[in-house]
């Protein structure tokens, strides 16, 4: 979007783990605020309507009937811990969460160049997303030392599921039905 500018490209204005985002880790996308594009994102134009808000969580009015349905549907990046991470977030502060994100973003990539014989790079950026730090330490280590490449991906994605399992989270995106069209309420 013209004149969006953010200082902090790790985590985005709405709470997406920009981080931990494969388009982002593949150099497709300059992060929220990072350059032109979120051409149409709502919240965006909302920042800038109020002075510039480098996150939505600093705003009097978060959450705000925009958040309404944004969760619902996943796109590259899962969108379903977004209230966590701004929890999280707001709990530590931004240096912290930032230290946070950044040993998973290196926690992440261990796992998809240790561990991923080309199947799991969803599920390993998944889990990097809704699982902690701890959990994602104890999958990688699981891996560690295995000959295999298929070794090390099964053992770390056994780690992941029962990690999952045990928060009840399920480690998929999830994607619009064929013909729903996105509304305001899916933005």
């Known amino acids: 979007m013209k004149n969006f500018r953010r200082t902090d490209l790790t985590f985005s204005l709405c709470g997406l783990n920009c981080l ?3 388009m982002r880790m593949g ?3 300059p992060g929220c605020g990072g350059g032109e594009g979120n051409q149409s994102c709502a919240l965006a134009r909302c920042s800038l309507e109020r ?3 480098e996150y939505c969580a ?3 009015d978060y959450p705000c009937p925009r958040y309404s349905g944004l969760d619902r549907y996943d796109s590259f990046i899962t ?3 977004r209230a966590d991470s701004i929890r999280r977030f707001q709990e530590i502060g931004p240096a912290a969460y930032r230290r946070e ?3 998973k973003a290196a926690l992440l990539q261990r796992l998809l160049l240790r561990c991923n014989a080309g199947r799991r790079k969803t599920f390993f950026t998944v889990a990097a997303n809704l699982l902690g730090l701890e959990e994602l330490r104890a999958a990688a280590e699981a891996a560690d030392g ?3 490449v298929q070794e090390r991906e099964r053992r770390a ?3 992941l599921e029962k990690a999952a399992r045990d928060r009840g989270v399920e480690l998929k995106l999830r994607r619009r039905p064929p013909g729903k069209k996105k509304n305001s309420e899916d933005t």
Request: aromatic content about 0%; some cysteine.
């Open 20 to 22: 931990l985002c494969p």
């Open 27 to 29: 150099g497709h996308c």
């Open 51 to 53: 002075g510039g808000l």
């Open 58 to 60: 600093s705003c009097p």
């Open 79 to 81: 969108h379903q811990g």
């Open 101 to 103: 994100l950044e040993e």
């Open 146 to 148: 295995l000959p295999a």
């Open 157 to 159: 994605a056994e780690a």
